[in-house]
């Protein structure tokens, strides 16, 4: 709340304030795109300039377990970077496993494992970043029409064979090889 102005030198304007209860709801969810880490303050002609990116969500989006993920590219991204999805991040980073990309626009499959010290959300997050994680298949296709889910996942402590042999079961399951978005 503003109490009035308390100086002005001319220059510079002081004002009191107080915190005020009208629109608490908000609090703490206006994010702001900040262009200098090192900037703590700003004068009001400046920060004029900075733009309001959103208001995030109020709660956070509870985790709905391994076996109900299903994400389209942006949710992956969104995944990866908003504060809501910290137990996401969390649940997802603690397990390996085999994955499925499908292309929306074609149906087609591309088969997937983060193993060894690799965890879903190391893989996942590599998607985000660019779309294709690396791999060959997917650099020339639009990540906006990819939708991902978890086939199966294993404890950390799994050995490298039995994750190889699921990887390998769900690659001939779902015909990936044969239609081109696995090559190996």
Known sequence: MNHGETSNDGARRIFHTSP???????????????????????NGTTAANYPVLEIADAEPVPFPGFDAITLDFPQLQAVMREHRYASWRTALASVIGI?????????????????????????WSSYAANGHGGNVEL???????????????????????????????FKRALDSRRHRLNRN
Not at 20 to 42: C, F, K, M, Q
Not at 147 to 167: G, K, M, N, W, Y
């Open 99 to 123: 994955y499925l990309i499908t292309d929306t626009r074609d149906g087609r499959h591309y088969v997937g494992k983060a193993d060894g010290s690799e965890s879903i959300r190391q893989r």
């Open 20 to 42: 005020s209860e009208h629109l608490a709801d908000l609090r703490n969810r206006l994010v702001i795109g900040w262009r200098s880490p090192r900037t703590w303050r700003l």
């Open 139 to 169: 650099r020339n296709l639009q990540p906006s029409t990819f939708r991902l889910s978890l086939l199966r996942v294993f404890d950390p402590a799994t050995p490298t064979r039995q994750v190889d042999a699921a990887e390998r079961h």
